[in-house]
């Protein structure tokens, strides 16, 4: 059934296939019980003209670089997507009466647990700044001619992020993007803002830079000639579908209540839209020659630095991902506007072509990343660490989608200095330890953050990297080696009476307080921690046995950091030592860096009165 125009007869065709994926929504819904069958059935028409004539997609070979791809942002209509599926035969009838059962891979949202779907979706505004990432993935970076088809939902319209990714779009003017907005004006408790003025959304659109076309998203005739229409667009295009939520069943078309649940009368349902249908579509296929650029590789000499020097970790980590970029033509960056401060700037200068500045757009900076790495391409995603909390809920959906992102927050805690708490990232560490499979990395000099930025650019799922603003000594030699999920014990003696860990800034600090500790007869083994997650519970089980205190301190709150996961280290253990916690209590102000740990109480002098006050107990 794949078919190049739309001729009357071809039109009843595809409109019968609407029906089929109606159906077959409805049904999905009600053997699961749940789901999202009204928001499937409006948008039924505008996919089936798109997989019965515009999609190009090999199902049995869902890695064809030439394949489009589509993205269901509105993900609550998965019994549509999974219905499309049936009908292109990738999927059976009774997998599809599997939705939402457990350890079916039909779930309530779509995830890349199926092979056709590349990225999760629902928690809505995420599909089309991830799907402008594929965009510019396809034509900066493979260089080839696959669309990218992103149906959306009139409600995630009010998503700050939508127009973050309209604004990207239409700025670089990606051609092979293409947002399919079906305008059903019933959001989940109520009419959307706008309801069904299209020509609303159009003008607010249209102003980013995008071609806009308006139709009726049930007539399959307007439907095919704007699909068409995009194509031949030189901007990204939004087709706005004025569509009826719940179509062709009276009990619940346009009618509120109905949002989030199966049909009252699946049967009934059913034999109004005119009962099963058993089409079966044949989706046109891909350009079976495409193939994209093949990456480079080659062995890596990453910077070295002298010991007993002192350089900020941001420089080291520019420095080393500008010669990680020389030696793999993988390796792509993208930045928040802060490039000359994050010294992502090195990359940018040496491999412009593989450099993108997302500008202060923080989700659409991390959906970019997204977008890019499921075509197989290294993001490295960089800004300062506080301002990655605006696009926490993308990085939080980057993990269920299994990404695999690298993530660096540079000007991290007080120790930046006189920007004060606007600036500070102070809860970066929690949030990504909160991530699933992720990796949370502080390093505490160059060679160390020169070994780490190598070291995650092969690791699967997210990897965040903590940079320091100041320059710090350079502790470790370039032979040194940093596995993720290790540490250093930089101070120990048989007699050790405590443990301080530390990590990143106050890894020197702590080195300072065990020198003055030692100098009044008290020897203090010192952790650097660098690893924060995995963390190396091995060895600070080894020095809990050995000292029976532990003392951690971190420029970060207290909560959910260095301390936690310290603790978290001892959950499970037979014994536990005695722990206490230095880390910021207070809102910090403007200060010199030093007065900042100082203010905060972790400097040298407060690991210090914190070990005294640990062994006084």
Known sequence: MAVATVDAEKQAALAELGQQLRVDAIRAADAAGSGHPTSSMSAADLMAVLLGNHLRYDFTATQNPGND??????????????????????????????????????????????????????SLGQGLPIGVGLALAG????????????????????EGSMWEAFEHAGHARLDNLVAIVDVNRLGQRGPTRHGWDTAAYARRIAAFGWHTIEIDGHDVGEIDRAYTEALGSDRPTAILAR?????????V??????????????DEAIRELGGRRAIRVEVNAPDGNAAPPRPDTASLRIPAYEQGSEVAT?????????????????????????????????????????FFQCYIAEQQLVAAAVGMQVRGWVPYVSTFAAFLSRAYDFLRMAAISGASLRVVGSHAGVSIGEDGPSQMGLEDLAFFRALWRSAVLYPCDANQTAHLTAAIADRSGISYLRTTRGDTPVLYGPEETFPIGGSKVLRSSPGD?????????????????????????????????????????ATLHEAAADTGRVLTVEDHWPQGGLGDAVLDAFTQATSMPRVAKLGVLALPGSASPQEQLQHAGIDASAVVDGARALLSE
């Open 139 to 158: 034509r900066d970076l493979d260089q080839l001619g696959y669309r990218v088809w992103v149906l959306c939902g009139d409600s995630e319209l009010a």
């Open 253 to 266: 078309e346009d009618k509120e209540g109905a949002h989030g649940k199966p049909l009252p009368d699946a």
């Open 497 to 537: 009476r405590l443990t301080i860990v530390a990590a990143g800034i106050t890894v020197p600090e702590a080195l300072a307080a065990a020198d003055r500790l030692a100098a009044d007869g008290i020897a203090a083994r010192v952790i650097d921690a660098y690893s924060v997650k995995p963390i190396d519970a």
């Open 69 to 122: 791809h589509l993205i269901f942002s509105k993900g609550h209509a998965s019994p549509l997507l999974y219905a499309m599926f049936a009908a292109a035969g990738a999927i059976a009838d009774d997998e599809l009466l599997t939705f939402r059962r457990a350890g079916s891979r039909l779930e309530g949202h779509p995830t890349p647990q199926l092979p056709w779907v590349d990225v999760a979706t629902g």
């Open 314 to 354: 941001r420089t080291a980590f520019g420095e080393a991902l500008e010669a990680l970029g020389g030696v793999r033509s993988d390796v792509v960056a993208l930045d928040g506007e802060v490039s000359d401060s994050t010294r992502l700037g090195y990359f940018a200068r040496s491999h412009p072509e593989r």
């Open 243 to 251: 569509t009826r939520k719940g179509k062709g069943v009276a009990a």
